[in-house]
């Protein structure tokens, strides 16, 4: 069974920075994405952030794209999300997710149970 626990959310400060961690187990292949989603009160899941676990391609949401930075350690079966300059509009529930790819919420089957990012203004 696929399980993805989060970590390292919290609050910062308008440009201050945190890095986000989802840990994997379960996973029995490489032929997949892990990507990043949030999701502010009131609005849908976002897609962030995505990677290849096979040859590491990134893509971002374009907001986030020079700011985020998304990464992996394969020997730990772990993702991260380096989030530099934040705003307040990154204010969000930050989830974890694993599946085929792509940006839309239904390309993930696998899901974390959220960390919460606060930026303050």
């Known amino acids: 069974q696929v399980q993805l626990v989060e970590s390292g959310g919290g609050l910062k400060q308008t440009g201050g920075s945190l890095r986000l961690s989802c840990a994997a187990s379960?996973?029995?292949?490489?032929?997949?994405?892990m990507a990043w989603f949030r999701q502010a009160p009131g609005k849908e899941r976002d897609f962030v952030a995505a990677?290849?676990?096979?040859?590491?391609?990134?893509y971002y949401e374009h907001s986030v794209k020079g700011r985020f930075t998304i990464s992996r350690d394969n020997a730990k079966n772990t993702v991260y999300l380096q989030m530099n300059s934040l705003k307040p509009e990154d204010t969000a529930v930050y989830y974890c997710a694993v599946g085929l790819g792509g940006s839309y919420s239904s390309g993930y089957r696998y899901w974390g149970q959220g960390t919460q990012v606060t930026v303050s203004s």
């Open positions: 990677i290849r676990w096979s040859d590491g391609s990134t």
């Open positions: 379960g996973l029995t292949s490489s032929s997949y994405a």
